[in-house]
């Protein structure tokens, strides 16, 4: 009997537990559950005997990989899977997938929560502004960048995107104005909203330059990765600007610095909050379960990033 293993130190809401159970069971597997561990060799002994893997942004490194004995799927319940060693996964033949747009409203929303939010000088009790008739600035057009565009035209925002992988055309249907450069996007928006994902391009790439660019009362929002702003910057720009802010969903690694510099033109969550609500753990939960019973059912490997 196939063994499903969910291994998720930031654990799924129990209705999708109960959901990915379902899935699991019915198509005649086993569910083991591996939540809140606070050890990696917790991690180490669950993965040894597990034929599929469901994960949030669980690191699975190469290490993990090398301890496990029949793997054949790893599914990320959630879009972006810079957590996995891709390498290690394909040297072993392990199949890496991830669950596109399913937890993207959960993120999307909260972008705009963050917004309003700093716009509001995090409810401090001093006058703030309002996101009606502001500039906001997409980067990135996938699945949560288009939900932000959505919610931002309901508060009445200006919107432009930029995505050299995404045809314009997708954009331009949304209503919004697509723009040819990230320079051009940053200079013409007050509010930048970060979709991108973290990797070799991409990383440290949201730098002095770009955000010195953005007009006054400059904001922010990054609910992708920490990994892609340039800390050292952001410091500087911090300092440079007092009209300045930045919110993102998990603190950066230099947040005391920030904290003790910066008050009132920060806010961060403790812990990364953008897909935790329960419709996006049932929509990316039940999506993982469903391709590890049709991968390992019919050999099905749509939504594979390894290949
Ligand atoms: C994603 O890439 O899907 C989001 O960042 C959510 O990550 P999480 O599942 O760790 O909350």
């Known amino acids: 009997m196939a063994k499903v293993l969910i291994a998720t130190e930031k654990p799924f809401a129990p209705a999708a537990v109960q959901s990915i159970r379902e899935i699991v069971e019915n198509a005649g597997f086993e569910l083991a559950l591996l939540e809140k561990y606070t050890d990696k060799a917790q991690l180490f002994e669950a993965v040894k005997d597990a034929d599929a893997l469901i994960v949030r942004s669980d690191k699975i490194t190469a290490e993990v990989v090398e301890q496990t004995q ?27 997938m991830n669950t596109p747009g399913q937890n993207s409203n959960a993120v999307a929303e909260l972008a705009l929560g963050m917004m309003v939010s700093i716009a509001r000088n995090n409810y401090a009790g001093t006058s703030g502004s309002e996101l009606k008739g502001k500039s906001l600035g997409i980067h990135a057009y996938g699945y949560v960048g288009k939900g932000v565009a959505t919610i931002a035209k309901g508060f009445g925002m200006k919107v432009y995107a930029y995505d050299p992988f995404i045809d314009k055309s997708i954009m331009i249907n949304d209503g919004v104005e697509v723009v040819d450069s990230v320079e051009e996007l940053y200079s013409k928006c007050r509010y930048i909203s970060l979709h991108i994902p973290a990797n070799e391009h991409t990383k440290e790439s949201i730098n002095y330059n770009l955000l010195m660019s953005m007009p006054k009362g400059a904001t922010l929002v990054n609910t992708a990765r ?51 609500t329960s419709e996006a753990n049932i929509n990316a939960g039940i999506a993982a379960a469903n391709q590890i019973v049709a991968f390992i059912k019919e050999g099905d490997r749509t939504f594979q990033v390894n290949k």
């Open 226 to 276: 920490k990994e892609v702003i340039h800390e050292d910057d952001m410091l500087r720009v911090l300092s440079e600007r007092e009209d300045f802010r930045y919110a993102s969903d998990i603190a950066p690694d230099n947040k005391e610095i920030i904290a003790n510099k910066f008050e009132g033109r920060f806010f961060f969550t403790p812990k990364k909050m953008g897909a935790q």
């Open 70 to 96: 029949n793997l054949k799927i790893v599914v990320r319940a959630g879009a972006g899977y810079d957590n996995l060693d891709l390498e290690a996964l394909t040297a072993k033949g392990v199949v890496a």
